[in-house]
T-cell receptor
Framework: GAGVSQSPSNKVTEKGKDVELRCDPISGHTALYWYRQSLGQGLEFLIYFQGNSAPDKSGLPSDRFSAERTGGSVSTLTIQRTQQEDSAVYLC??????????????????FGPGTRLTVL | SQQGEEDPQALSIQEGENATMNCSYKTSINNLQWYRQNSGRGLVHLILIRSNEREKHSGRLRVTLDTSKKSSSLLITASRAADTASYFCATDLTGGGNKLTFGTGTQLKVEL
């Protein structure tokens, strides 16, 4: 089946503009995660969705960052008033819900190709 | 902050040789996952090992986990040029929700 998809693959924006990044998880995966990868910071967690709710937003770096998920599927990560330090690759992942019985597959997070954001 | 430290940071070997990468972490885990990343983009899942497991195999990959030492290793046997990539360990921490905490990564280069 199809994997996790993200759009756009690349985004160049000017400082101060808002951007929206989109993630389509694997069909049937109820858990969705956003991470970002930047030079000097490595891979860091941003936010996690279970269904449409976000039990863990602890990784969002500031109130300029927000995310939503609708219909238990597509998620959008929005960055308002972008700053140069927001430049990074934003990665989305999805997994089956941990609460399900079963093997390790339910815990495995599958990643999309990422969106490379460049803030000029 | 990074939960895990990976060792070595970079590794260069000849095709056909084995490559071993190590990962250390600091707190108790539910599971540990290894990923490969090519060209700084998407992460490819390689293998997941649970906290009650000590060793897992998948093709040319062998992963070990020592929870008493809070460490894991990834062995790639009979390496190929196509194995050239960055390799990351990621821990699913006990009580940490479902998020993964990534190590710093090992850059592997396999030369012909």
């Amino acid at each position: 089946g199809a994997g996790v998809s993200q759009s756009p693959s690349n985004k160049v924006t000017e400082k101060g503009k808002d951007v929206e990044l989109r993630c389509d998880p694997i069909s049937g995966h109820t858990a969705l995660y956003w991470y970002r990868q930047s030079l000097g910071q490595g891979l860091e967690f941003l936010i996690y969705f279970q269904g449409n709710s976000a039990p863990d937003k602890s990784g969002l770096p500031s109130d300029r960052f927000s995310a939503e998920r609708t219909g238990g599927s597509v998620s959008t990560l929005t960055i308002q008033r972008t700053q140069q330090e927001d430049s990074a690759v934003y990665l989305c992942a999805s997994s089956l819900w941990r609460g399900l019985a079963g093997g390790p597959e339910k815990d495995t997070q599958y990643f999309g190709p990422g969106t490379r954001l460049t803030v000029l | 902050s990074q939960q895990g430290e990976e060792d070595p940071q970079a590794l260069s070997i000849q095709e056909g040789e084995n490559a071993t990468m190590n990962c250390s972490y600091k707190t108790s885990i539910n599971n540990l996952q290894w990923y490969r990343q090519n060209s700084g983009r998407g992460l490819v899942h390689l293998i997941l090992i649970r906290s009650n497991e000590r060793e897992k195999h998948s093709g040319r990959l062998r992963v070990t986990l020592d929870t008493s030492k809070k460490s894991s290793s990834l062995l790639i046997t009979a390496s190929r040029a196509a194995d050239t990539a960055s390799y990351f360990c990621a821990t699913d921490l006990t009580g940490g929700g479902n998020k993964l905490t990534f190590g710093t990564g090992t850059q592997l280069k396999v030369e012909l």
